[in-house]
Nanobody, 123 residues
């Protein structure tokens, strides 16, 4: 049974930073991605990373501000979020892929999802 657990969310001021963590069983060697869902909006993909951590991918809305990384020794994937904006407010999810390479910003029925961690950006 694959388990995925996100943490690190909270309240931040505009321009502030937060680091999200996603720990999961069997993460090593598999691609992982972050996505978010804001109130009243659909799921929006944020970033993805190959299983070996060599290649990363970031959507335009967060490129230059967010950074995805991983520590396979700790079965953990991180999302460093800097220069936060109110529009970054959302429930952030982590998803483990069944593939070693990150293939695309889209859901696969074989992905394993966590319960999410809330990020709120407000003065």
């Amino acid at each position: 049974q694959v388990q995925v657990v996100e943490s690190g969310g909270g309240l931040a001021q505009p321009g502030g930073s937060l680091t999200l963590s996603c720990i999961g069983s069997g993460f090593t060697g598999y691609a992982v991605s972050w996505a978010r869902k804001a109130p009243g909006k659909g799921l929006e993909w944020v970033a993805g990373i190959h299983g070996d951590g060599i290649k990363t991918f970031h959507k335009d809305a967060v490129r230059g501000r967010f950074t995805i990384s991983r520590d396979n020794g700790k079965n953990t994937v991180y999302l460093q979020m800097n220069d936060l904006r109110p529009e970054d407010t959302a429930l952030y999810y982590c998803a483990k892929s069944d593939y070693s390479d990150f293939l695309s910003f889209s859901a696969d029925p074989r992905d394993y999802w966590g319960q999410g961690t809330q990020v709120t950006v407000s003065p």
